[in-house]
């Protein structure tokens, strides 16, 4: 197991709502990405934070933004869900911005759309 | 553009005998490459990565994955295979993007190991 958590495990919402995720990073990591998992799909990319700054992004519409904070813990926020953002949401942590350094995947967030 | 394929969607393999898992790359420059693992409704397990040196790599769990510049490949190996490897398994390929860097993954192998 690696140090990074994720909460909540699992959420329903409806669609045109907004949700929060949160990434807690494994110690001495202070960068964190987030990928989307579709059902069936590898890991996309969203983003990355590296010492509170976005520092690279995906394609994702805006409505898909973060936040770090100065722990290194990190939010993931969707607004406006579409039935689409249904998947499995992954955090990631890594030191100095990932650069040749393996990134450690907490167990993931799982959200479903209606 | 950078992008990682991996042609078999499932794998079926007898415990006891080798397995392998294909990868295919391509990617500008010097590639990072990684290979995860995903048990179900678990996050991605890393299993070994190639930055650069031998192009033999060993991982975890007695995986191992040779890096071929010129096939462009990283396929994943091991000599004997286990029911326990039976996972969801990715290869990715790190690229700068912005400053930062990402990991792009392949659709994922489904491993089967068999008794």
């Known amino acids: 197991e690696t140090g990074v958590t994720q909460s909540p495990t699992h959420l329903i919402k409806t669609r045109g709502q907004q949700v929060t995720l949160r990434c807690s990073s494994q110690?001495?990591?202070?960068?964190v990405s987030w990928y989307q998992q579709a059902l069936g799909q590898g890991p996309q990319f969203i983003f990355q934070?590296?010492?509170?700054?976005?520092?690279g992004r995906g394609n994702f519409p805006p409505r898909f933004s973060g936040l770090q904070f100065p722990n290194y813990s990190s939010e993931l926020n969707v607004n406006a869900l579409e039935l689409d953002d249904s998947a499995l949401y992954l955090c990631?942590?890594?030191?100095?911005?990932?650069?040749?350094?393996?990134?450690?995947f907490g167990p993931g967030t799982r959200l479903t759309v209606t | 553009a950078q992008s990682v394929a991996q042609p078999e969607d499932q794998v079926n393999v007898a415990e006891g005998n080798p397995l392998t898992v294909k990868c295919t790359y391509s990617?500008?420059?010097?590639?990072?490459l990684f290979w995860y693992v995903q048990y179900p409704n678990r996050g991605l397990q890393f299993l070994l990565k190639?930055?650069?040196?031998?192009?033999l790599v060993k991982g975890s769990y007695g995986f191992e994955a040779e890096f071929n510049k010129s096939q462009t490949s990283f396929h994943l190996k091991k000599p004997s295979a286990l029911v326990s490897d039976s996972a969801l398994y990715f290869c990715a390929v790190r690229f700068l993007t912005g400053g930062g860097n990402k990991l792009t993954f392949g659709t994922g192998t489904q491993l089967k190991v068999e008794l």
């Open positions: 934070y590296y010492r509170e700054e976005e520092n």
């Open positions: 990617v500008s420059g010097n590639p990072y």
């Open positions: 190639y930055i650069t040196g031998d192009n």
């Open positions: 990631a942590s890594s030191a100095d911005r990932g650069r040749g350094y393996e990134q450690y």
């Open positions: 110690s001495g990591h202070n960068t």
